[in-house]
């Protein structure tokens, strides 16, 4: 399917590819609440830089689309999200995953973690027109929040999209999970090479890799790759690092 045919001020429906993907699509409400976000990011874009992806299409595939696919190992979403899971975004930025996870799963509660100021308070206003009371923001840093007691493995699921490195992303999203919890780490290439060094970051932290996945998204065949991080043992006080320490010597 051709991306630039799908230009108009709409987001498309795609109801077949939710469905083919994902085995589910959303309700009228859902997609309604989806088109509703995407005219929001786009009025915040004029005073933000929150994101370049602004073509209908593209940001259901590259945002909507790739948020959902995110949660959902082997085109199945994590059991038990649609109940009660505490879910922390990290570094989520114009609220991607997290905010389209919280829309579709109202029963888990979405805390949206980001170190931007600006960013946080336009958050605040997306969540407010959403009226998504499942979703929260947080103002700050991984390294800080991650040996926060209140934080501190005090979630099942933490996501993030890996803009470094993927130990860093490792080191700031396994210590705000809980034992038995995931961490997902949203990536576009990876290879066998990085298996190695992710391998030993992880089981520092008290995590295992459970899976990496390899798919294309379905518009543009983009390829994507998910990394499931079990939390098998708690992580060791010493991590995270300070700030910046994580970015400058990952593990």
């Given amino acids: 399917m051709d991306i630039e045919s799908l230009t108009q001020d709409n987001l498309p429906e795609m109801a077949e590819i939710w469905q083919q ?35 209908p299409a593209e940001f259901w595939e590259k945002h909507l689309w790739d948020s959902l696919r995110g949660i959902a190992p082997k085109q199945e979403f994590i059991p038990g999200i649609e109940q009660s899971k505490r879910i922390i975004d990290i570094g989520t930025g114009a ?60 979630y099942d699921v933490a996501v993030i999209r890996a803009v470094s490195n993927v130990s860093v992303c490792a080191e700031y999203a396994l210590p705000l999970v809980k034992k038995g919890g995931l961490a997902v780490i949203y990536r576009g290439s990876w290879s066998e090479a990085e298996n190695e060094s992710l391998e030993t970051a992880v089981s520092q932290l008290g995590g295992e890799i459970e899976l990496i996945e390899e798919f294309t998204t379905p518009l543009s065949q983009s390829m994507r790759h998910c990394l499931y991080l079990g939390k098998v043992a708690n992580t060791p006080i010493s991590f995270p690092r300070g700030v910046g320490i994580p970015t400058q010597k990952p593990i």
Avoid: C
């Avoid at 085995?23 to 370049?52: C, D, H, S, V």
């Avoid at 960013?119 to 027109?129: D, G, N, P, V, Y």
């Fill in 95 to 154: 609220g991607f995953p997290g905010v389209p996870i919280g829309l579709i799963f109202p029963n888990s509660q979405v805390t949206l973690l980001d170190s931007t100021g600006k960013k946080i308070a336009f958050l605040e206003t997306i969540l407010s027109a959403l009226a998504m009371k499942n979703g929260k923001t947080l103002l700050g840093r991984a390294e800080e929040i991650g040996q926060q007691r209140q934080h501190r493995e005090n």
């Fill in 21 to 55: 993907t994902l085995n589910w699509q959303p309700t009228n409400f859902q997609f309604q609440q989806f088109q509703k976000l995407y005219e929001l990011i786009i009025e915040g874009n004029r005073q933000l830089n929150l994101t370049r992806i602004t073509a």
